[in-house]
């Protein structure tokens, strides 16, 4: 069955400090990855997505994600937090044929001034 | 482009009673979902609609949880009777078409806040 893992359920850093989150994945075929973005009292946002091709993605707000298969991770990444990035973060796969997400628990990111 | 709509907001009902829930997708977009979120957790699915037809209810709790999506275009989810544990954030989603790689993006909300006293 398809499952994600997010071992880290709070992270602090300080601002201008760089940030990794953790994403671990159980999937049988090739899986479409996500990372969302959910502020307070605000839906999800996407922030990068991976399906093919360059396993560096890039996305919005300076971050991005590396997708490793042999580690059955996609990490996401940002060199140089801000204090407005302080949000929860959800990894996600999906699969292809019907597009239906699963989500990891999440990560709150909570950033130090 | 307007984004994915929901009402309402907000809502606190108490237990055994029911509630119902509203989503307009985006326009165009074929495929809605709705999902569970509990405080703490991520979202899980309950529902997919591909136009007016469903994919997959297999988690949606059928006892007390209903949906549709009469005209393929807005939906509603109800619960009846609600109980304690429903409390959660029910977000609608909407994509364009799922199975195809670029088109699987998803679209969400903001959610309407359930809860159950």
């Known amino acids: 069955a398809q499952s994600v893992t997010q071992p880290d359920i709070h992270i602090t850093v300080s601002e201008g400090a760089s940030l990794e989150l953790r994403c671990n994945y159980s999937?049988?075929?090739?899986?479409?990855l996500f990372w969302y973005v959910q502020s307070p009292g605000q839906g999800l946002q996407l922030l990068l997505k991976y399906f093919s091709g360059d396993t560096l993605v890039q996305g919005i707000k300076g971050f991005e994600a590396e997708f490793k298969r042999s580690q059955s991770s996609f990490n996401l990444r940002k060199p140089s937090v801000h204090w407005s990035d302080a949000a929860e973060y959800f990894c996600a796969v999906s699969s292809g044929n019907t597009g239906k997400l699963i989500f990891g628990q999440g990560t709150t990111l909570q950033v130090k001034p | 482009e307007a984004g994915v709509a929901q009402s309402p907001r907000y809502k606190i009902i108490e237990k055994r009673q029911s509630v119902a829930f509203w989503c307009n997708p985006i326009s165009g977009h074929a495929t809605l979902y709705w999902y569970q979120q509990i405080l703490g957790q991520g979202p899980k699915l309950l529902i997919q609609?591909?136009?007016?037809?469903?994919?997959?209810d297999s988690q949606l709790p059928k006892d007390r949880f209903s949906a549709e999506r009469l005209k393929g275009v807005d939906s509603t989810l109800k619960i009846q009777p609600a109980k304690l544990e429903d409390s959660a954030v029910y977000l609608c989603a909407s994509s364009l078409a799922p199975g195809l790689a670029g088109d699987n993006e998803q679209f969400f909300g903001p959610g309407t806040r359930l809860t159950v006293l």
């Open positions: 609609f591909q136009n007016n037809g469903v994919v997959d």
């Open positions: 999937y049988g075929a090739t899986p479409y």
